[in-house]
């Protein structure tokens, strides 16, 4: 099984990249993040980005610290691409809802990013941005 799968949902403006519970940062990171820049590439329009974590990859507090800055700050950093909307986690994980909320910070560049228990939840909030009227 792959540590992680990652699409362009087709009916609606989502990439979906799925974490197995075997992902590693030291495996996985680089190829997580060129996949899913790939995909911000190729697109005609602005992207939520759902990271699904919902099978619980173990992570510590430096491997969320050292994702936060490569995701956010790196040279390809997928969250700084001009197709990124927002970014979405889905996690039940207290460390990695801190650090999500953290990335709405000045020191991160104020991502827009929220976390949700379940991808059902996401879906529904993302189908609800999608229905309101640009103001």
């Given at each position: 099984?792959?540590?992680?799968?990652?699409?362009?949902?087709?009916?609606?403006?989502?990439?979906?990249?799925?974490?197995?519970?075997?992902?590693?940062?030291?495996?996985?990171?680089?190829?997580?993040?060129?996949?899913?820049?790939?995909?911000?590439?190729?697109s005609?329009?602005?992207?939520?980005?759902?990271?699904?974590?919902?099978?619980?990859?173990?992570?510590?507090?430096?491997?969320?610290?050292?994702?936060?800055?490569?995701?956010?700050?790196?040279a390809?950093?997928?969250?700084?691409?001009?197709?990124?909307?927002?970014?979405?986690?889905?996690?039940?994980?207290?460390?990695?809802?801190?650090?999500?909320?953290?990335?709405?910070?000045?020191?991160?560049?104020?991502?827009?990013?929220?976390?949700?228990?379940?991808?059902?939840?996401a879906?529904?909030?993302?189908?609800?941005?999608?229905?309101?009227?640009?103001?």
């Amino acid at each position: 099984m792959p540590a992680f799968t990652i699409e362009k949902k087709p009916d609606l403006p989502v990439i979906l990249q799925t974490f197995a519970p075997d992902w590693t940062m030291s495996k996985d990171l680089k190829a997580t993040m060129a996949d899913a820049f790939a995909l911000l590439e190729a697109s005609s329009e602005p992207l939520y980005y759902i990271a699904d974590m919902s099978a619980d990859p173990k992570f510590s507090f430096t491997d969320v610290s050292v994702a936060v800055n490569e995701i956010s700050r790196s040279a390809n950093a997928v969250l700084k691409h001009p197709h990124m909307k927002e970014h979405i986690v889905i996690t039940q994980s207290p460390l990695i809802k801190l650090s999500v909320k953290g990335l709405n910070s000045d020191v991160f560049g104020r991502v827009p990013a929220r976390t949700f228990e379940t991808l059902e939840a996401a879906i529904d909030y993302i189908r609800s941005q999608i229905a309101e009227p640009v103001r």
